[in-house]
């Protein structure tokens, strides 16, 4: 699996846009990117995933870049339960190991 | 989200006694997962299934072992529990039919104390 790099951590103002990047320069054209987060002490969320089209859902939005080397996790209005750790991983399509990193840590602020 | 449930939710042992993680999922998803985390570590795969009775080896797989004889039910068993081993375990399960992508949903998670 392609390896990904994201910042260790973010601010974000609540009612703010929250950008969150994720580089994974090495992915490859079967490699889906994927989001997920973690609320404090709780298991992973699925956020959303894509393979080159950008894509939306009710809770973000994913833009990935045309050369397929970084994405971006939006969070249109970020709010304090947003508060996680932010993963973003790629996969193969049905396979199944799954590498998450570090992930980025995102801070909400009143 | 999935109905994936793990239990115990905490369990306390000691050094050398077998321990067995169960992860129950009702969503008849193919694939399921147990994790481990740490802090410093975020999530590392330990084992992984793809079907009743397939299993295969995550990154850390060294003093675990599986067993899944249902599709929705995927065993974590420590033989002779180590206090390394003392973690956050989190399964989770996914679709991976056809040629779909692989979300995985996860279960709350198993506070393990090894003393």
């Known amino acids: 699996d392609a390896k990904t790099t994201q910042p260790p951590s973010m601010d974000c103002a609540e009612g703010r846009a929250a950008n969150l990047p994720c580089n994974h320069s090495?992915?490859?054209?079967?490699?889906?990117v994927y989001w997920y987060r973690q609320i404090h002490s709780q298991g992973p969320q699925y956020i959303i995933h894509?393979?080159?089209n950008n894509e939306t859902n009710e809770m973000a939005s994913l833009i990935i870049t045309e050369d397929r080397k970084s994405s971006t996790l939006i969070l249109p209005h970020a709010t304090l339960r947003d508060t996680a750790v932010y993963y973003c991983?790629?996969?193969?399509?049905?396979?199944?190991?799954?590498?998450f990193g570090d992930g980025t840590t995102l801070t909400v602020k009143p | 989200d999935a109905g994936i449930t793990q239990s115990p939710r905490h369990k306390v042992t000691e050094t050398g006694t077998p321990v067995t993680l169960r992860c129950h999922q009702t969503?008849?998803?193919?694939?399921m997962y147990w994790y481990r985390q740490d802090p410093g570590h975020g999530l590392r795969l330990i084992h992984y299934?793809?079907?009743?009775?397939?299993?295969d080896k995550g990154e850390v797989s060294d003093g675990y072992s599986v067993s899944r004889s249902k599709t929705e039910d995927f065993l974590l068993t420590l033989e002779s529990a180590t206090s390394s081993q003392t973690s956050v375990y989190f399964c989770?399960?996914?679709?991976?039919?056809?040629?779909?992508?692989?979300?995985?949903?996860f279960g709350p998670g198993t506070r393990l104390t090894v003393l």
């Open positions: 969503e008849n998803h193919r694939y």
């Open positions: 991983i790629v996969k193969p399509t049905n396979a199944g190991k799954s590498t």
């Open positions: 299934s793809y079907g009743v009775k397939d299993t």
């Open positions: 894509g393979l080159k």
């Open positions: 090495t992915i490859s054209g079967n490699e889906y």
């Open positions: 989770a399960s996914g679709g991976g039919m056809g040629g779909s992508a692989d979300t995985q949903y």
